[in-house]
């Protein structure tokens, strides 16, 4: 089963900065790999999918990279509604099983 | 609009059962996987299962084998997932979402559902 770790556990930041968020696997997902944003009492909304591709609506501030093992989601200057708990997500083909990473809090400094 | 609207918060004591309802509107059921996903208080996401409506065929989280089935009514555009032998541990928001067929990640869910199993 593939593992997903993200880092750091919590960013603090201020509106205006960029935020660099971090999600590894333990073995390689290709570019299969969806990040999401989740608001206190609110379901988690698709920001990113395939690694780099926003959804729909998704504002040109997020940037998602990478590809293997390794990705990136970068918030490139932060807006009050963007603090928020980011989470990787990607699928084991066979046996078809999901995994979330444990999340990345951006948070007020 | 696609939308997954699921059914009000519940209330269980341990070892009781819980069914939860996700009706969906906007899209054709059949075409889009139906998965359910659950947020324990203060913790991450955890992935329960799927439901193909096209043929019914389900997929279980390890950690759920034995204990949570999935169902649809196509015929009402309507997914449940019930979690039987329910604990303390169970206490969590519920969701649904959709995923599209050939795809992995999560486009819409539900707005979640409240299970608190106390004693």
């Known amino acids: 089963e593939i593992v997903l770790t993200q880092s750091p556990a919590t960013l603090s930041l201020s509106p205006g900065e960029r935020a660099t968020l971090s999600c590894r696997a333990s073995q390689s997902v290709t570019r299969s790999l969806a990040w999401y944003q989740q608001k206190p009492g609110q379901a988690p909304r698709l920001l990113i999918y395939d690694a780099s591709k926003r959804a729909t609506g998704i504002p040109a501030r997020f940037t998602g990279s990478g590809s293997g093992t390794d990705f990136t989601l970068t918030i490139s200057s932060l807006e009050p509604e963007d603090f928020a708990v980011y989470y990787c997500?990607?699928?084991?083909?066979?046996?078809?099983?999901?995994?979330f990473g444990p999340g990345t809090k951006v948070h007020f400094k | 609009e696609v939308q997954l609207v699921q059914s009000g918060a519940e209330v269980k004591k341990p070892g009781a059962t819980v069914k939860i309802s996700c009706k969906v509107s906007?899209?054709?059921?059949?075409?889009?996987?139906l998965h359910w996903v659950r947020q324990a208080p203060g913790k991450g996401l955890e992935w329960m299962g799927l439901?193909?409506?096209?043929?019914?065929?389900?997929v279980y989280a390890d950690d759920f084998q034995g204990r949570v089935t999935i169902a649809a009514d196509t015929s009402r555009d309507t997914a449940y997932m019930e979690v039987s032998r329910l604990r303390s541990e169970d206490t969590a928001v519920y969701y649904c979402?959709?995923?599209?067929?050939?795809?992995?990640?999560?486009?819409?869910w539900g707005q979640g559902t409240l299970v608190t199993v106390s004693s």
């Open positions: 979402a959709r995923v599209p067929r050939t795809q992995y990640y999560f486009d819409y």
């Open positions: 906007g899209y054709n059921f059949n075409d889009y996987y």
């Open positions: 997500q990607q699928r084991n083909n066979w046996p078809p099983r999901i995994t």
């Open positions: 439901l193909d409506p096209e043929d019914d065929e389900r």
